[in-house]
């Protein structure tokens, strides 16, 4: 008997001990895809699709050291810098830009540095005093290739701590001054992808799983043997993250209002991996196509007892001055490439998870952004990003200097997973350089 045909956007179903529905979308499997690598239809009858593009935007709060971040020399044979090395094992798949201007940013107002750079960075408009002058361009790029899923977007964060205000903790916004929060509580956005928890699931004597067992059963056995295990490897990947999240202390499930002079103590690196570990998730099981990531919040308080740096918190890194400006640098230097770290996690996750011909990078784009070029100086010229994916004509394994803006930047991103832009605030053209 040949195996079956599934649609690609196919779910395990079931409810829960306390009656809430859970909902296990299935990953990538072969019997989803002919030969060519296009996904079947949901109906018969209809014409199947090529796998679908995803757009991710990561944002990292108060800059870089540009001296430690930014490659001096161009081209393919371009030597990582200290921030960048975690990519060694990912060049081919990512591509360093710099030049980038962010032009609103630059300009006098309301508020401080940091909310005027933020609202032009992320939307291209200026700062209205109380949040951003426009839609974000991931809301705008959910708008064009968001809607037929189930979450048109998602929002993620991880390290709370900021200033405080709407600026400063959100970086997507659906309209002027309309924030669309970060989920920062790995628990809440396990609920969003899978179903609500239980106390049984909280104390690890029961599992979402556990919902959906027999039905999965039965499905494993009308699979090929790849497939199968495939399905196996899935449902056992968010066992992992169910355990990963009981573990957490009871104080990790709640949000920080105010943070107090210490800091916030959590395990912020395992949190992110989680996060990022949920967003792979989301993407393979077909939830949502479009995803924003602040992994540290714009001007941020966050602490790095991880990295040995405790006397201070990271906006304050950020402006050591005087006798300690060298060691401001080498702080950065080592805060950026945490920074970097986790965002190769993510992009090596994307790279292991099999689609269709592929992988889940090769359909996607993700674009890893900056406050600031240089963080003691709030510079908003120069800026760098990384660009990572292979969806469309996307140019990898380069280092490329461009004239233009994160505007520009994001139009030429938009068009190559599908959702192009006319007009984008600050915009004058396209990034030739980002394009094959």
Known sequence: MSAPRLARR????????????????????????????????????????TPETRFVLWFNGNGIPERYWIPRDEGHEYSLTPCLSPLARLRDDVQILS?????????????????????????????????????????????????????????????????????????????????????VIPQKLFDRLFGTLDEGWTTRKRSVLD???????????????????????????????????AQFPAEYARNIEAPDAGGDPRDYPRIAKLQSDLLVHAFASGQTRVASYMLTKCQGLTRFPWLG???????????????????????????CRWHVDEFA??????????????????????????????????????????????VGR???????????????????VAKEVGAPVDHFPTSYGMISGATA
């Open 10 to 49: 196919t779910f395990l179903q079931g409810i829960g001990f306390a009656g809430a529905a859970v909902r296990i979308g299935l990953p990538p499997l072969a019997c989803m895809f002919n030969s060519s690598g296009t996904a079947y239809a949901a109906r018969e009858g209809l014409v199947g699709t």
């Open 99 to 183: 030049g980038l201007d962010n032009p609103n940013g630059q300009t006098s107002g309301v508020g401080n540095g940091h909310q005027r750079t933020m609202s032009a960075l992320m939307s291209g408009e200026k700062y209205t005093g109380i949040g951003a002058g426009g839609r974000s361009i991931d809301q705008v790029v959910a708008r064009k290739i968001g809607a037929n899923s189930r979450f048109p977007s998602l929002q993620i964060g991880v390290c709370q701590e900021s200033f405080g205000t709407s600026m400063q903790r959100n970086m997507s916004w659906s309209a002027k001054n309309r924030a669309l929060p970060p989920e």
């Open 211 to 245: 919902a959906v067992r027999e039905q999965a059963r039965q499905l494993r056995s009308n699979l090929g043997r790849e497939d199968s295990r495939r399905v196996d490897e899935y449902l056992t990947s968010i066992s992992d993250i169910e355990r990963s999240i």
């Open 309 to 335: 740096l405790s006397f201070a918190r990271h906006h304050e890194y950020s402006h050591l001055g005087g006798s300690h400006r060298n060691r401001q640098q080498e702080v950065m230097r080592d805060i």
């Open 345 to 390: 996690y993510l992009v090596a996750k994307l790279k292991a998870t099999p689609e269709g011909a592929g992988s889940l990078l090769d359909n996607s784009a993700l674009l890893f952004v900056h406050e600031h070029a240089e963080a003691n100086s709030h510079k908003n010229s120069g800026g760098a990003v990384i660009l990572a994916g292979h």
């Open 394 to 412: 996307l140019k990898t394994g380069h280092h490329t200097r461009v004239t233009g803006t994160f505007a520009d930047l994001y139009r030429t």
